[in-house]
């Protein structure tokens, strides 16, 4: 299975941008790069994802690699609901059903 | 509301006694499956269901099994429970459509086995 690496942990001042990155070197063309987050006492929920393209939605952007290895969750203004645990997984034709979250990166907002 | 239901949410029994942690979904979601969240190990998948009657193993199923016989429900068993499944699990789902589905996570259920 296609696997992600992370950083264990990252700190960042509220209101400020937060870059989480994300490599997959391994990376198949028919995967998806997601992205969910965790909040304490909370289970995982969906953040974002995307193929090859840039994506933004209400919660975050996503930055894809030109040649997809590696991808950055960006955060525009962290606040300190932001503090959470995220994971970056790969969603595709063989790796769509049989998931692998690791440990994900521990974010840390200081007020 | 779209929600995945498990329950319960907190569990204390004993070595050897069986137990069944419910999943319920209300969103037509064809594709479920099951994790176990441990200190320092993540995310583990124990089994996932493409759809009624289709399971598979995921990383960690030894001592588990699941069944899916309705599309809405996915319940994990522990026949015969031991300390080492001791652990917050969670029940997941999302469309068929895996390859981009989100995935909807239930509050988890945190299981201590003595």
Redesign the interface.
């Known amino acids: 299975d296609a696997k992600t690496t992370q950083p264990n942990s990252m700190e960042s001042n509220e209101e400020e941008p937060v870059h989480l990155p994300c490599n997959h070197s391994t990376i198949s063309g028919?995967?998806?790069i997601?992205w969910?987050r965790q909040l304490p006492s909370?289970?995982?929920?969906?953040v974002i994802?995307g193929l090859t393209s840039n994506v933004n939605n209400r919660m975050a952007s996503l930055a894809i690699a030109e040649d997809r290895k590696s991808s950055t969750l960006i955060l525009h203004r962290a606040t300190l609901r932001d503090a959470a645990v995220y994971?970056c997984i790969l969603?595709?034709?063989t790796s769509?059903?049989?998931?692998?979250?690791?440990?994900?990166t521990q974010l840390t907002v200081n007020p | 509301e779209a929600q995945v239901t498990q329950n319960p949410r907190y569990l204390i029994t004993v070595t050897g006694k069986k137990l069944t942690v419910t999943c319920s979904q209300n969103m037509n979601h064809e594709y479920m499956s099951w994790y176990r969240q441990d200190p320092g190990l993540g995310l583990r998948q124990i089994y996932y269901s493409m759809n009624v009657e289709v399971t598979d193993k995921g990383d960690v199923p030894e001592g588990y099994k699941v069944s899916r016989k309705e599309k809405r429900n996915f319940p994990l068993i522990l026949e015969s429970p031991s300390p080492n499944q001791t652990s917050l699990y969670f029940c997941a789902s999302s469309p068929r459509t895996v390859n981009t589905g989100e995935l909807f996570f239930g509050e988890g259920s945190r299981l201590t086995v003595l």
Not at chain 1, 42 to 46: A, N
């Open positions: 028919t995967d998806y997601h969910y909370q289970g995982p929920e969906y994802h994971y969603r595709g034709e769509g059903s049989r998931l692998t979250f690791g440990e994900g």
